[in-house]
């Protein structure tokens, strides 16, 4: 049964809220948490920055409308000064859509644009290239007066106006399939499913590593498409080549073996870090001295290691500025990992950090940072096909996102209708709804929840 219908009168947040809309471009975080703020600058982030992912241009050159609308409707409830989409130059066609958009509204929604560099999409990034201010470390964009939402997510807002659960999203698959492709596919679809939609591998399934998300920054679910499933925050599925693609994980003890045989403390990983770039006391080269001598243990309290809370595991610096292939960013990940372990928090900056100066001239163009990454051979092409996902079966995960473990609202052998409450947040917590993307029946009700058509 489709969940009772949200009032007209009600506001944007709560209709976003009651659709489950979540953060689509990064960890999930719950969106009307998001954007209950009063900022200067309401952002919609249209950089894509990851080479080989579609879905963001996609949704620019066919939703247009849709995004200024549900822009404009945001931007007035929470009192946003100005609403500024940001993306790059070479986007072209984008900005044309944009621009028609705009005009055919008549709506006050400003364009900018910057060059093709990565990571334009960090949301850091973001609101420098935007605005001019700089989001102190560790901090959120509403320090700086301004809050980033990223494209997917604004089209589920849309949805959401329209009364419609955040249920299906559009996932780009490209690398080495036979026919890259942008698929619209309810949550729970296999990535198996995704893959073949595209024309399936273009060689051998055990040549290539399958990569959610982009080249960069996207995890390594696994070798079983099968196993793996669209989720909310699921940008891009990507296969690519093992002999090219260069971003699998180490252990500390080879990364350190590494570092201390080869780290020539030429200090490129520190002067192309693009939080470094924007004055965060992140130094990765320092990092990398403090542990090729020490067992990480017995320095977790030096604040050189610490100041590896700061990194946004990037990989700029692994990627695309280390002349030793060296791993700062695979060391910083750990450390990381460690220093949540034993519970340290690195405190916020007090205030505002200022840019480097030679911050313009060190921008990592994309084009050169997809070769570099091993992906130079799929990068540059615009993909415009859609596909449409069809499943019998889904594989829906129960909690989608940041927040509080949901609540079931259903058991195996219910019968269930599209748009259906299936986990709930729990009332008074922060997190999301997720809903049944068809009808059909539960056969599992567990971390995943089962709907078979
Ligand atoms: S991954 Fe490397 S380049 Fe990126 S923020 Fe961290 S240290 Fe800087
Ligand atoms: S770029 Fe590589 S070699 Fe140079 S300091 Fe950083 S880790 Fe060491």
Known sequence: MRKERIKMDESCLYKIQKAGVIGCGGAGFPTHVKLNCHPEYLIVNGMECEPLLATGRYVMRHYAPELIDALYKIGSEIGAEECIISLKETYEPEIAALEEAIAASGHEIGIKTVKSFYPAGDEQVVVYETTGNVVPYLDIPISAKSVVINLSTLLACYNAFLDEPFTHRLVTVAGAVKEPCVVYAPIGTSFCDCIALAGGPDRDMSELTIVSGGPMMGQLPGDDPKQMFVEKTTGGILLLPKETYKNEPLDLANIRKSARTSCIQCTNCTEMCPRHMLGHPLEPHKIMRVLAYNELSDVMDNPVIRSAALCSECGVCEV????????????????????????????????????????????????????????????????DTLKIAEPDTVHVLAKQGIGAPTELRVKAGDVVSAGQLIAACPEGKMGSDVHAPFGGKVTEAGKYIVIER
């Open 320 to 383: 695309y500025a280390c002349p030793m292939m060296l791993r700062p960013r695979s060391v910083n990940a750990l450390i990381k990992k460690e220093l949540a372990k034993a519970g340290y928090r690195h405190p916020k900056a007090a205030e505002p950090t200022v840019p480097h100066p030679m911050r313009e001239d060190r921008k990592v163009p994309t084009s050169r940072l997809a070769t570099r990454v091993g992906v130079g051979a799929y990068f540059g092409n615009l993909i």
